[in-house]
C-alpha cells in the first residue's frame, strides 16, 4: 500500500497495512494522567490488608491441599479462643512441619530465578521499542525480547537434567510447601530492595506519599539492571514457567506412583504450557501493553509474580496429586467431559491468543515496532489486514476490527473461560481448583473498571464512540 502522509520527523505516517503511527509527542494531559495518584484497593488500610492477607491465605489453602484433600477447614468455634487455637494448631504448627524453608528449596527456586534473570541477559531476540513513555517525554525504551530462546532451552536443558537424574523434576512437587515459603520471602524481599534502589537514585514516580500504599504500588516505572528490565522479566519469565514445571513435576510424580499420567493431569500441563508458551512467543508484544507502559513495579506486581502466581493458580495440578496420593485413587471423568473441556479450553486458547495478537499487533504497528517471528504457533487471525479503528483526538486509534468489534474485552473472556476450565477438569470435590478463576473475575472486573475510567477521560467523546461502536464489553447481547 502506498505511503499517504509523512510525519512532523518526516518518516512515513502510514505503515504498509494502512496504519498511521503514533505520534510521539506527549501532551499535557498524557502527563496529567501518567502522573495523577488515585487510591485504589482500599488505599493504605487496603493494601496492607492484602500484603498480609495474600501469604497468609497462601499458607490456608496450602494446609486445606496438604492435609485436607483440599477441603476448606473451620475453626471448631469461633469463640477468640477457638480462632487463636485453629490458626495455632492448624496453620502455624503444619506450616512448620511442611513449609518451613530448606535449604534444598531455596537453591531450587532462587537458582531457577537466578537461571531466568542471566538466560533473560544473554539469549538472543528481537529488541523492541515499548511505547512512546509521558514520563520521558514521549521517548521509548528498548526491550531484548529473547523470551522464546530461553524458553525452548529451558525445555530442553530441564528435559536433560530429569532423565539424566541431576536434578529429578518430581523434586519440585516433593518440596511445594518449603519452596512457595521461599517465593514468599523472595517477593517481599525483592520489592524491598527494588523500592529501596529507586528512593536512593531518585527515580520516584507517581508517588501517593504514602508508605505502605508507595510500597503496594511501587516506586518507579521501568527499574532495570543494565538491559534486563525487570518488570518485563518478572512478568512473564518467573511466573508460568514455574507453573507450568510445577505441573509437569506432578505428572511425573502420578507416573512414578501409577506408570500412566491420568486425563486431568495431562489436560493441566497442556494448559500450563499454553499460557506459557503464549507468553513467551509473543513477548515482543508486551512493551506495550499497560503494565510495562503504566503500572510501576512495585509488591502488587513483583510478589503476585514471584509467588501468588505460580502458587496459587497451580492448585488444580496440586489438587489432583494430592488426592490421589492421600486416597490412592485417580480423579477420571468421561470421555465426553474430558474431551468436551479439552475442546473448550483449546477455542478459548485460540481466542486469547488470537485477540492479544490482533490488538498488540495493532499498536505495534502504530509504535512502528511490528516484526514477524516463527514461534510456534501462529495462530491463523491472530494480525488484521487493512484493520477499521476510531482515530482519536489525542491522536491514539482504537482498534474495531476482528474480535475487537465483537467486545471490547475479548482477551478476557477468553482467559476466563481457560481459567474456569481449569477447575472443571478437577470435578466438584474442592473449591480450591475453582479460586484462580473465581480470584480472576474480580481482577479483571477491577481492572476493566479502572483501563475504562482511565480511557474516558484520556479519549473523551471518542471513547463514548467507541462504546457506542462496541457496546458489550464480555459477552455479546449479554454484558
Ligand atoms: P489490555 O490488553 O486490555 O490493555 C488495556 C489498554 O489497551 C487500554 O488502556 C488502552 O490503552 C488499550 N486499548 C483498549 N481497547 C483498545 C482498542 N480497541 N484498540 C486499541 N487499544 C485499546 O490489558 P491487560 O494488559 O490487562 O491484558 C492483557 C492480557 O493479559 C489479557 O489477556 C489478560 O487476560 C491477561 N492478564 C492475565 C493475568 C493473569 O493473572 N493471568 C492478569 C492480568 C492480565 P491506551 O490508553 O494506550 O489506548
Not at 171 to 195: D, K, P, Q, Y
Not at 290 to 309: Q, S, T
Not at 428 to 433: D, E, T, V, Y
Amino acid at each position: 500500500m502506498a505511503v499517504k502522509e509523512v510525519n512532523e520527523e518526516g518518516k512515513p505516517a502510514v505503515n504498509a497495512n494502512g496504519v498511521p503511527l503514533f505520534k510521539n509527542k506527549m501532551t499535557k494531559l498524557d502527563e496529567k494522567l501518567d502522573n495523577e495518584v488515585v487510591y485504589e484497593f482500599g488505599g493504605p488500610i487496603g493494601v496492607v490488608c492484602m500484603m498480609l492477607g495474600f501469604p497468609s491465605l497462601m499458607y490456608y489453602f496450602w494446609v486445606c491441599l496438604e492435609f485436607n484433600q483440599g477441603r476448606i477447614i473451620t475453626p471448631a468455634s469461633y469463640t477468640k479462643e477457638g480462632i487463636i487455637q485453629f490458626v495455632l494448631e492448624e496453620i502455624v504448627a503444619k506450616v512448620k512441619v511442611g513449609a518451613a524453608p530448606t535449604l534444598i528449596a531455596a537453591k531450587i527456586y532462587l537458582g531457577f530465578v537466578l537461571y531466568s534473570a542471566i538466560l533473560a541477559y544473554v539469549m538472543p531476540g528481537p529488541v523492541i521499542e515499548g511505547l512512546p513513555l509521558p514520563s520521558l517525554k514521549g521517548g521509548k525504551l528498548k526491550y531484548l525480547c529473547n523470551g522464546l530462546t530461553s524458553w525452548y532451552f529451558t525445555l530442553i536443558f530441564s528435559a536433560v537434567l530429569h532423565v539424566t537424574g541431576i536434578f529429578r523434576l518430581t523434586s519440585i512437587i516433593e518440596n511445594f510447601g518449603s519452596i512457595m515459603t521461599i517465593a514468599i520471602m523472595w517477593g517481599f524481599t525483592l520489592t524491598a530492595l527494588v523500592n529501596g534502589t529507586a528512593v536512593i537514585m531518585g527515580k520516584q514516580h507517581r508517588m501517593s506519599g504514602n508508605v505502605f500504599y508507595d510500597f503496594f504500588m511501587g516506586v518507579c516505572l521501568n527499574p532495570r539492571i543494565g538491559k534486563l528490565d525487570l518488570k518485563m522479566w518478572a512478568e512473564t519469565r518467573v511466573p508460568w514457567p514455574v507453573l507450568f514445571f510445577l505441573s509437569v513435576s506432578c505428572a511425573l510424580k502420578q507416573y512414578e506412583l501409577r506408570g500412566y499420567v491420568s486425563g486431568p493431569v495431562a489436560f493441566m500441563v497442556l494448559a500450563h504450557f499454553l499460557y506459557c508458551n503464549a507468553c513467551q512467543k509473543g513477548e515482543e508484544c508486551i512493551p506495550t501493553s499497560w503494565d510495562i507502559f503504566y503500572e510501576k513495579d512495585g509488591f502488587m506486581l513483583i510478589f503476585w509474580n514471584m509467588a501468588g502466581v505460580p502458587f496459587t493458580y497451580c492448585y488444580s495440578s496440586i489438587y489432583l496429586m494430592k488426592y490421589e496420593l492421600t486416597t490412592g485413587q485417580t480423579i477420571q471423568h468421561s470421555w465426553a467431559y474430558t474431551v468436551g473441556l479439552f475442546i473448550t479450553l483449546l477455542f478459548a486458547y485460540y481466542i486469547f491468543d488470537t485477540g492479544n495478537s490482533q490488538k498488540n499487533r495493532f499498536r505495534m504497528e502504530q509504535n512502528g515496532s511490528f516484526v514477524t517471528r516463527a514461534a510456534f504457533p501462529q495462530l491463523p487471525y491472530g494480525h488484521i489486514k487493512n484493520p477499521t479503528y476510531i482515530k482519536t483526538e489525542h491522536g491514539n486509534l482504537l482498534l474495531t476490527s476482528g474480535w475487537w468489534g465483537v467486545v471490547r474485552k475479548p482477551h478476557y473472556t477468553a482467559d476466563l473461560i481457560q481459567s474456569l476450565s481449569w477447575g472443571l477438569i478437577t470435578g466438584a470435590g474442592s473449591f480450591l481448583p475453582y479460586f484462580y478463576f473465581c480470584f480472576f473475575v474480580c481482577v479483571l472486573t477491577h481492572r476493566v473498571s479502572r483501563d475504562m475510567e482511565r480511557c474516558a477521560k484520556k479519549y473523551g467523546k471518542d471513547w463514548d464512540k467507541y462504546c457506542e461502536k462496541v457496546p458489550y464489553i464480555f459477552v455479546p447481547y449479554v454484558f
